[in-house]
């Protein structure tokens, strides 16, 4: 497990060293903008026509290109690149001729730095991102130890990409972000400008690949996501994923943790968070809404692993409007829920109780639910939950708001399941043991 689910709190081992950019921002369209003048100002005051030898001894241009000793001078541009930088630069504004990467002689595109890092010995590195819109013509691959650093998602914009790998099986992305690297500050677009692709597609490595203060979007072809997760990731602060097929897909047996504040998963045309593997999920503090097929789904697969199923963490956080369901949980995984909102759902969270998962609603003995399933002026169209039991077990679901207190408990027909029901009751269920709903109040 990457991050945990405290009550109250989301703790993840995410850490964010720029400036949060704008997640209520959802304009992603459009120039530059001014900081991207200003850039390009700086770069054309490098000296690069001015310097007529184009020397070393130019202090001004040797400091920013971050030595004047064990560097080289490119094409007599007057463009030092060192031997081994900590920090590569890319402004798509630049008119220098001969770039070296540094701060006043930085690459035009983000791919040319990824293939300089690539030929550099292995070791921590920033590459940072200009304001400016950067349509590379392949996938841009963000190797172990390695960030990618740009101005904010209003301002850093990244399309084009292609397969994300070698093997014909590789889906095609714009970022590969591979364990142990980072991307933040940046919007990347999976629709333009030329087939649609997935934004973001992350890889094994060392550690959980980070995904900071960005925005994912476009990649709206049939499977397609704005993050697709094959070994795990940390989400967060500042995430945001619209306008996708589904807004993230989860594979493979790694953990996957959102952290910090303002992140969002909205407007998906299919499920919000679509979880397909076996790990982990940890969800925390953010808004997951307006998804057509569904806020998150997970657990709904067979023959996907073997052993208990995971235990899936959701805490503070507000699943509204999402088409047939708000959280759907199948019998091979199992969910613990804690301070979430969740209304405006067709069901706001169905469940199968299977033979070995954990359906935890909030339990007696100091540990209540504390989620808002209904009340005086808002609840979901069918019901707050339906169980569908495999065995006869209670399910408890004690310490909740409900549209009533005692809540409005019904029966579904024997054989049947959730689509079913015909009418509206704070919780649905089948089988012989009625759900504890203990310890209720009614919602605001």
């Known amino acids: 497990m990457i991050g945990t689910i405290r009550w109250g709190l989301v703790v993840a081992a995410c850490a964010s060293g720029a400036a949060a950019c704008s997640s209520a921002n959802f304009d992603v369209a459009g120039d530059p903008g001014a900081d991207a003048a200003a850039d390009t100002q700086t770069t054309g005051d490098t000296g690069t026509t001015t310097?007529?030898?184009?020397?070393?001894?130019?202090?001004?241009?040797?400091?920013?290109?971050?030595?004047?000793?064990?560097?080289?001078?490119?094409?007599?541009?007057?463009?030092?690149?060192?031997d081994d930088p900590a920090e590569i630069w890319v402004d798509?504004?630049?008119?220098?001729?001969?770039?070296?990467?540094?701060?006043?002689?930085?690459?035009?595109?983000?791919?040319?730095?990824?293939?300089?890092?690539?030929?550099?010995?292995?070791?921590?590195?920033?590459?940072?991102?200009?304001?400016?819109?950067?349509?590379?013509?392949?996938?841009?691959?963000?190797?172990?130890?390695?960030?990618?650093?740009?101005?904010?998602?209003a301002s850093t914009k990244i399309t084009g990409g292609g397969p994300c790998g070698t093997a014909s099986s590789d889906p095609l992305c714009v970022v590969r972000l591979e364990g142990g690297g980072s991307i933040e500050g940046v919007a990347v677009n999976?629709?333009?400008?030329?087939?649609?692709?997935?934004?973001?597609?992350?890889?094994?490595?060392?550690?959980?690949?980070?995904?900071?203060?960005?925005?994912?979007?476009?990649?709206?072809?049939?499977?397609q996501s704005g993050v697709l997760v094959t070994?795990?990731?940390?989400?967060?602060?500042?995430?945001e994923s619209f306008n996708n097929r589904f807004g993230v897909t989860i594979w493979g047996s790694n953990g996957v943790a959102f952290a910090g504040a303002s992140n969002r998963v909205e407007n998906n045309t299919a499920v919000g968070i679509e979880h397909q593997g076996t790990g982990q999920l940890s969800v925390g503090n953010v808004s997951v809404r307006n998804n057509a097929n569904g806020g998150i789904r997970a657990g709904h697969l067979t023959a996907i692993g073997t052993g208990a199923p995971a235990i899936h963490q959701f805490a503070n956080t507000s699943i509204?409007?999402?088409?047939?369901?708000?959280?759907?949980?199948?019998?091979?995984?199992?969910?613990?829920?804690?301070?979430?909102?969740?209304?405006?759902?067709?069901?706001?969270?169905?469940?199968?109780?299977?033979?070995s998962n954990t359906l935890d609603f909030g339990i007696d003995g100091g540990d209540p639910g504390n989620n808002l399933f209904g009340g005086s002026t808002s609840k979901n169209v069918r019901g707050g939950l339906c169980v569908t039991p495999t065995r006869n077990t209670p399910v408890s679901a004690v310490g909740n708001k409900w549209s009533k207190c005692d809540p409005d408990i019904k029966t579904i027909g024997v054989g049947l399941g959730c689509e079913s029901v015909d009418g509206y009751a704070d919780i649905w269920y089948r089988g012989l043991s009625t759900p504890n709903a203990g310890n209720c109040s009614v919602g605001p």
């Open 190 to 223: 999976g629709g333009a400008p030329d087939a649609s692709k997935n934004a973001i597609v992350t890889y094994g490595g060392p550690s959980a690949p980070k995904v900071t203060n960005t925005q994912v979007f476009g990649a709206a072809g049939d499977g």
């Open 231 to 239: 070994a795990g990731a940390i989400l967060g602060p500042g995430f």
């Open 92 to 153: 798509a504004a630049s008119t220098v001729t001969t770039p070296s990467g540094s701060a006043t002689c930085p690459f035009r595109h983000i791919s040319e730095a990824v293939a300089y890092v690539a030929s550099l010995p292995p070791k921590a590195r920033i590459i940072r991102v200009r304001a400016g819109t950067y349509v590379e013509g392949e996938a841009v691959k963000i190797r172990p130890q390695v960030q990618l650093i740009g101005e904010g998602a």
């Open 320 to 355: 509204k409007n999402n088409g047939p369901f708000g959280i759907s949980i199948g019998a091979n995984a199992g969910i613990k829920i804690r301070y979430c909102t969740v209304t405006g759902n067709q069901f706001g969270i169905v469940a199968v109780y299977g033979a």
């Open 51 to 82: 310097d007529s030898g184009g020397s070393p001894e130019d202090a001004g241009i040797a400091n920013e290109g971050g030595a004047l000793d064990g560097g080289s001078v490119d094409g007599g541009s007057g463009c030092v690149r060192t």
